[in-house]
């Protein structure tokens, strides 16, 4: 079993900055690429950003410039610096981990922005 632990969302105002942090535990040997997903209320899930496990990032278009992944491999954690938020950045953000051809999910952490 593979577990995914969100933390680091909350309510931040417009233009303010929040990390979220994911730390991976369990069988997790074949750990590869990990990533931020989120959820706005009535929209589907999108992909905001992921990293392989040697590093290459990959943003959507609408975080690119403001949002920041990062992971620290002996930590089996992952980042999400997410600077400059708008208020459409609000959603519920998952965590999630690729491992050997397995992909697990968080349960989420919410990030609500106010304009």
């Known amino acids: 079993q593979v577990q995914l632990v969100e933390s680091g969302g909350g309510l931040v105002q417009a233009g303010g900055s929040l990390r979220l942090s994911c730390k991976a535990s369990?069988?997790?040997?074949?750990?590869?690429?990990m990533g931020w997903y989120r959820q706005a209320p009535g929209k589907q899930r999108e992909l905001v950003a992921d990293i392989t496990s040697g590093g290459i990032t990959n943003y959507v278009d609408s975080v690119k410039g403001r949002f920041t992944i990062s992971r620290d491999n002996a930590e089996n954690t992952v980042y999400l610096q997410m600077n400059s938020l708008k208020a459409e950045d609000t959603a519920v953000y998952y965590c999630?981990?690729?491992?050997?051809?397995?992909?697990?999910w968080g349960k989420g952490t919410l990030v609500t922005v106010s304009s």
């Open positions: 999630a981990a690729d491992v050997w051809s397995l992909r697990y």
């Open positions: 369990g069988f997790i040997s074949g750990l590869n690429a």
